[in-house]
């Protein structure tokens, strides 16, 4: 079974949404947090510092069960029971975007026993790649732990967890094969635009290109690839790369959708003014560090609105193009909304939201790369079809003959079968243009292809506009009989046919010349095209408005089956009208 591109790209698609779904699954349900007495977040002072025994007055939890997005020192205290000596892990639920975190850990009577530190903005390194969790050893008792964030900002609600170190290496290694996965598939598609812009010089490529990347930076830097592989350890590169993303996000659906000053003003203007938007975001990030991923946020709802609102008016215009668009801008908007505002998952112990961005990234990535492929596959198929049609008359230009013709030749040649060619001028042409002017002339050449047209009605019949007033008919496996019938036929039905320019009857006729030959090694296509030249001469020299057939032809056909008409010969060329 044959699948069509568009079959293909929804299997695919089908498979890498299962794949996301698996994974997901897995690290949901494999995952068991130990049971808590309580948790929350704590009001301290600014100069608050943990004590080294902790008394149960000491901390006041927070009404608000959110700490600010923001940024700040935020601390959150659990307690809760160990019921067997076992190697636990203490990691932080919804994100990974913390700067620099530590745990201090209390024992039953409250004295302080460790301190576990972490983040992105600190240099030691993750026990566990790619997460912020850290081993304990817990024996059976109470504990409390007391945990201190600190960070630029934070991308969902930082919840602190504690859980068995089996279940957890077991989890978290689906998200991490995720992680990898996806921002290999990232990385090797702004590698592949980034190589097709150099080679083709389509900016559409670069924006596609430079989107990705920096979708690529801020996943990696949020899913702690860079610290980890590459001991990049600047917190930034989370949160500017995306205003970078955006610009080009537009700029890239502006190209794909041809959103231009002239085919829709509005939506270019709304664009350009995203654009600037997005720059001045960029400015407030640098002013205004602690607010550069709300920009973010911000920024994509922008991003993928106007996304969206573009696709959706060109697609009602029948664009195909924006129809798939549509479909991959809402394979990234539907995800990455839930993303963007929900700042906490409930009971999913080692999933990150940081996944869900990767995940709906990823799909759309994917699904743009489809459709600027078959965008691509479009443009060479119109340019391919304009490169062998004559623009006026809609019928195949020269160029295509002398692709098609040697086909045929070859054909006729190894079948020896009759090949005829029927060649094809209108009558005092110039007159007509002198008389009526060009425009007229023009659309008497459409007349006469129009009816050309419907007399070349075999499949294999091909009708060309050899050039100016001259039409050729490729006849292949066609005796002279039949093609001599063609030419009379459409000799006739042009004359007959009345072509009518503000009321004025002017009167068109044809002369046709008919050539036929059975191909061999020893001849070459032009002698066909020669022969039926030489008739068409004769054609005209005998008067115009008439058929006259290469004497060589004639020879051809009684080699093959008598004709059934009567031809007359006339000094090599015989002559019907
Ligand atoms: N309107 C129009 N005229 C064209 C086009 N291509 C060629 N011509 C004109 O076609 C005319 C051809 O004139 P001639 O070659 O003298 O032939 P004719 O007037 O048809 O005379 P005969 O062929 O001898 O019957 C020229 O005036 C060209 O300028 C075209 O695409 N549009």
Redesign the pocket.
């Known amino acids: 079974m044959k699948w069509t591109y568009e079959q293909t790209l929804t299997r695919k698609y089908g498979f890498l949404y299962l794949w996301c779904f698996l994974a997901i699954q897995s690290t949901v349900c494999l995952a068991q947090d130990v049971q808590y007495h309580q948790r929350f977040w704590i009001i301290t002072d600014e100069e608050w510092q943990p004590p080294l025994v902790l008394k149960s007055d000491e901390i006041v939890p927070r009404p608000r069960q959110q700490i600010s997005l923001t940024g700040g020192v935020n601390w959150y205290i659990q307690s809760f029971r160990i019921p067997e000596t076992e190697q636990y892990v203490v990691d932080f639920r919804n994100t990974s975007v913390i700067g620099q975190f530590d745990h201090y850990i209390y024992d039953g009577r409250g004295i302080q026993i460790g301190r576990l530190s972490g983040g992105i903005q600190n240099l030691q390194i993750n026990p566990f790649m790619l997460r912020h969790g850290r081993m304990v050893r817990f024996f059976p008792s109470e504990y409390v732990i007391l945990t201190r964030t600190e960070s630029p900002f934070f991308l969902a609600q930082p919840e602190p967890f504690i859980m068995p170190l089996d279940g957890y290496s077991c989890a978290v290694k689906w998200g991490n094969t995720l992680v990898l996965v996806g921002l290999g598939v990232m990385f090797a598609l702004s590698f592949l635009y980034l190589v097709r812009y150099f080679s083709q010089r389509r900016l559409e490529n670069l924006y596609y290109a430079l989107f990705v990347f920096c979708c690529m930076a801020y996943n990696s830097t949020a899913l702690l690839v860079v610290s980890d592989l590459f001991h990049l350890n600047w917190f930034y590169l989370i949160s500017y790369p995306m205003i970078l993303a955006s610009g080009c996000y537009i700029a890239f659906v502006m190209t794909l959708l041809n959103i231009r000053k002239r085919s829709y003003p509005i939506l270019y203007f709304l664009g350009l003014s995203c654009i600037g938007l997005f720059a001045v975001s960029a400015v407030m990030a640098i002013l205004f560090p602690h607010w550069s991923l709300e920009f973010d946020r911000y920024n994509i709802a922008v991003f993928s609105v106007y996304g969206f609102v573009s696709g959706l008016i060109v697609a009602l215009r029948g664009s195909r193009i924006a129809q798939l668009y549509l479909l991959a801008n809402l394979s990234f908007s539907l995800p990455a909304l839930v993303a963007i505002s929900i700042t906490r998952f409930n009971n999913s112990s080692t999933l990150l939201i940081e996944h869900i961005g990767l995940i709906a990234v990823l799909a759309e990535v994917i699904m743009l790369a489809f459709v600027s492929e078959y965008q691509a596959r479009q443009r060479k198929k119109m340019l391919e079809a304009a490169s062998k049609t004559d623009v006026?008359t809609g019928v195949f230009n020269r160029n295509y003959l002398e692709s098609h013709i040697d086909q045929c030749w070859s054909l006729c040649l190894t079948e020896q079968q009759p090949f005829s060619l029927i060649m094809v001028?209108?009558?005092?042409?110039?007159?007509i243009?002198d008389a009526w002017g060009?425009s007229v002339?023009?659309s008497c050449?459409v007349h006469v292809a129009g009816i050309l047209r419907q007399s070349a009605k075999r499949r294999t019949d091909v009708l060309i506009r050899y050039g100016?007033?001259e039409f050729v008919v490729i006849l292949p496996n066609t005796p002279l009989s039949y093609a001599y019938s063609v030419a009379e036929e459409v000799r006739l039905n042009i004359e007959k046919t009345p072509f009518f320019y503000d009321q004025n009857r002017l009167s068109v006729t044809i002369?046709c010349g008919v050539s036929t030959v059975i191909p061999n090694y020893d001849m070459t296509i032009y002698e066909l095209i020669e022969g039926a030249d030489q008739a068409l001469y004769q054609a005209?020299k005998s008067g115009?408005n008439c058929v006259k057939i290469y004497n060589n032809a004639r020879e051809v056909e009684t080699r093959l089956i008598p004709l059934a008409r009567d031809m007359s010969d006339t000094a090599g060329i015989s002559e019907q009208q």
């Open positions: 006026l001028d209108v009558d005092h042409f110039k007159q243009n060009h002339g023009d050449l100016g007033e002369s005209k115009r």
